[in-house]
């Protein structure tokens, strides 16, 4: 074990605590390599984790990884952070410290730090360099956070700063450290911290460049450009940031990040060995299982494709009413098969069992699939039909709900339509582009439709980061106080004192939000990814760059 592992070791091991309630990346390994489709709840949280099996050796020199979505933008505090991103943002920056596949906590931009449920104290290595050469010390990591705190566009903070926001982030230049204070009480701000990208200062002074060239802190820099199409990675011989005892001769000299939307080229692409990393979401994953000389990684999702309604107070599914029928109307083992071709798992809970906190039970807090009980609790609620047979608002006007989706996700807009339909609503319906179904989600032209709750990290925050009150990414607008409310308490929990009050709380705010019907989960997805030549640990967005070694 290297000096710099056994000081994060020690410094994290009261912060790992904070995970123990339910399934987490910690528990006992399981086979990580057999072929999978869907999971089930008897695997163990590392085994859904995507661990690879263990490299021969160092990594060829040049990898090419098939990315399904292009990247929208080269600023982590600003970008969607759709799948491409992802996976650019891990090649391109640094952040304070890493997740292992196994769940351990390890040294990124800090060495070592100390945790309250307010404050993060994080000790910044020495030596660390941009990609343009500028110092990577305590003062340009402390920026890069304060203005992370302060984007007001930025959609990932939440997950470091909690509900109330960077209160201040200092730099100590003599004692290398920088301070991260928060205005309330986050005690899942290190786990967070390892989606939090550094932005180095070359981008901080010019932020509207960052969409087109990176300002870099990680172990790649930009090499050449071909929007849409690809982006040539190459390996920064200056980077001194690896940890578990990664150097650079572990890793591909070069990366290219390949876009290719359509899951059948990837597998005929991975197949052949012009590309050797692909994640295949598709029935094509099934031909490419049987394929013994190629490495399979199955990864699942941490959270759940669910159905979302338009929440705010001028949508007619702004009435809890009218969800919770809707939601009776909906069958998550159809609509999960619909969703992901049979490959994923049928879920009625917002967590899943490789996220801190899940729990079977709460499957029974959401609306139940039963489409007899719906049209009567819809006559009920006044939804009733008109003259033409189709349900009206309660004062007898017109009711048409926009249900908006796109070509990559499957069956499941027609799907949620055909649902509609039978259970007696007028629909209009809206399967375009990826981008086109994006452009409507953030005008709020849809009243319905299926959006991926699925994140890097099994903590259950990944939903008050989507749902919350004033949260960047809660695109429907939804507004449950009562969640809110359980939030704040979950993450302010001391668990050394009540070691059972964390998950008490996360599993009551999930019950708020399902039998509110805020979001209707459907399925828990599955990407099964594929390596020729190479093998490596992949989480469901995107894969490890550090753990690409030859197969």
């Not at 056994?6 to 399934?23: D, F, H, P, Y």
């Not at 709460?362 to 009980?373: L, R």
């Not at 070691?499 to 399902?514: F, H, I, S, T």
């Amino acid at each position: 074990m290297t000096r710099l592992k056994r000081i994060a070791t020690l410094s994290v091991t009261a912060a790992l605590v904070l995970s123990g309630c339910g399934g987490s990346e910690t528990d006992s390994a399981g086979d990580t390599t057999a072929p999978t489709g869907a999971a089930s709840d008897a695997q163990t949280s590392t085994a859904l984790s995507g661990k690879g099996p263990k490299g021969s050796g160092p990594a060829p020199d040049a990898v090419t990884i098939a990315i399904r979505r292009d990247i929208d933008s080269f600023d982590p505090h600003t970008s969607l952070g759709d799948s491409g991103a992802q996976q650019a943002f891990l090649f391109l920056y640094d952040s304070m410290v890493h997740r292992s596949a196994d769940g351990e906590i390890l040294p990124g931009i800090a060495s070592a730090w100390e945790m309250s449920p307010t404050k993060g104290v994080f000790t910044i290595r020495d030596g660390l360099t941009c990609a343009d050469g500028t110092p990577l010390d305590a003062a340009a990591v402390a920026a890069s956070f304060s203005a992370l705190g302060s984007n007001p566009g930025s959609l990932g903070k939440r997950g470091i700063f909690g509900p109330g926001g960077m209160a201040s982030v200092t730099s100590d230049a003599a004692a290398k450290t920088v301070t991260i204070e928060i205005n309330s009480p986050n005690n899942d701000m290190l786990a967070g911290l390892t989606g939090g990208f550094v932005v180095c200062p070359g981008g901080l002074a010019n932020p509207t460049s960052l969409s087109e060239a990176p300002a870099g802190s990680g172990p790649y820099e930009l090499a050449e450009v071909k929007r849409g199409d690809e982006y040539t990675l190459r390996l920064r011989d200056d980077y001194t940031g690896f940890f578990d005892d990664t150097t650079l001769a572990d890793l591909p000299k070069t990366v290219t990040l390949k876009v290719i939307a359509e899951d059948a080229t990837a597998a005929d692409l991975v197949e052949s060995g012009t590309v050797q990393i692909a994640g295949v979401m598709s029935t094509d994953a099934k031909r490419l299982l049987e394929n013994k000389a190629l490495v399979s990684v199955p990864a699942h999702g941490f959270g759940t494709n669910a159905v979302l309604m338009m929440q705010k107070p001028t949508a007619a599914t702004s009435d809890v009413k009218l969800r919770q029928g809707i939601a009776m109307l909906l069958d998550s083992v159809q609509g999960g098969a619909a969703e992901t071709q049979g490959l994923g798992t049928p879920r009625r809970t917002l967590y899943t069992p490789n996220i801190d906190c899940y729990t079977a039970d709460a499957e029974s807090y959401a609306p139940k699939y039963d489409p007899e009980a719906a049209a009567t609790f819809l006559d009920d609620a006044g939804y009733k039909a008109g003259s033409d047979g189709k349900r009206t608002k309660p004062d007898g006007s017109k009711l048409t709900l926009k249900v908006v989706g796109n070509n990559t996700q499957g069956q499941i807009p027609q799907f949620i339509a055909d649902s509609l339909e039978k259970g007696g609503f007028d629909v209009d319906l809206f399967v375009g582009t990826y981008n086109e179904s994006i452009a409507k989600l953030l005008s709020d032209q849809f009243d319905i439709g299926s959006y991926p709750f699925t994140d890097s990290s099994p903590l259950p925050a990944l939903w008050p980061n989507q749902i919350g009150t004033g949260a960047g990414a809660n695109f429907g607008q939804i507004n449950n106080a009562e969640f809110d409310a359980l939030v704040d308490e979950a993450l302010a929990v001391d668990t050394a004192v009540d070691p059972d009050g964390r998950c008490e709380k996360w599993q009551a705010a999930e019950k708020a939000v399902l039998e509110a019907a805020n979001v209707v989960p459907m399925d828990q997805p599955t990407n099964n990814w594929f390596g020729n030549g190479v093998t490596f640990n992949a989480h469901y967005f995107k894969i490890d760059p550090f753990s690409i070694r030859s197969k």
